[in-house]
């Protein structure tokens, strides 16, 4: 019951955060999000009032409580990704951040999609060890079988039934399948319109448009012409190089934009690398480390990619959660 209390203040929470969406720049990968974490809780809570009984909760319910306390670690991550893409920072650093971040859908909502039917099957399970009719029993056990059966792994006759209870219904769908080009079009959309309003006084403004105009609208035929002057970083006022990371030379943590961004600075001959490094440009994966921008000059022979900082290393992740005795190495699916 508390698991479910703290979902409950979670989802107030992102009520009240999305009363400011029109800041947020992945507007629709938030929207998507809030929505479905929204329709989660809703229907958890719909499951619990057919199937549990309230007196019951400090003996039957026990089933119930590690999904929901792996379900509510998936929604405070998905409060926290909406409270960073809130953040107020320099426009164009938020813009660099998110342009080709895909984490929204490939990390919280496949992480919602993941943990959830685990709770509603735990959900279901209580029922039924709460029910002391057997009759009603027998019929409960009968209904939940049904999603089991042959014809359900046709996934339109399972979303046509059971689409809304486990948040794959028809629009949830169609949304996951078109908010990311969605928001890279709106972000394409007022890079545009500032620069067509004359607003962009700055130099590096209009040098930071050009770059961002380059990387949305970047295809197949043109990744080879993402690289961008080295210059174009480095002679920023608001560049600073703030301290090495690890033991080597290349990787430096950065000041760039009134953000921090780890930066990875090489000698190489840029030409033979360009290939390689464009494809890497236009990735984006949770689990991969997105280059955010690259930038080269060719006569130095000197390459400068610009990619997130991270906050810890998998060696230090794996030493934190092996030192917690009542946790299991990889707590989820999707670390």
Known sequence: MEQFRQIGEV??????LMVFQNNILNQRQCCLLVDMLTSGYKTIAQQMKHNLRFEERN???????????????VFKEGETYIKQCLETKDWWAKAIVLYQNADCVEFHIHNLLTFFPIVIEAIEMAGQISD?????MQKKKFIYSIKYQKDMKDPRIFQSIFGEQYLVSQDFC?????V??????????KIKDKKSSGCLTSKRDRRLADVLLKYLNCSEALRDDVLLPSATL????????????????QYKEIQWLGESFALRHFYVDVETLVPDISKEVVLSHPNILHILCAF??????????????????LSSYIKE?????THSLYPSSSS
């Open 296 to 313: 080269t000059d060719e006569k130095k022979k000197e390459c400068h990619l610009v990619m997130e900082l991270m906050n810890r290393d």
């Open 174 to 178: 169609n949304r996951l399948d078109s």
């Open 132 to 136: 002391y009719d057997q009759e009603e």
């Open 180 to 189: 990311w080009e969605e928001d890279r079009w709106f972000l394409l959309k």
């Open 11 to 16: 989802v107030g929470s992102l009520k009240a």
């Open 234 to 249: 480095v002679n920023s006022k608001d560049y600073q190089v703030r301290r090495r990371l690890g033991n080597g030379s």
């Open 321 to 325: 959660i092996s030192g917690q005795k």
């Open 59 to 73: 003996t039957k319910w026990k089933i119930i409580e590690h999904p929901l306390k792996e379900l509510l670690r």
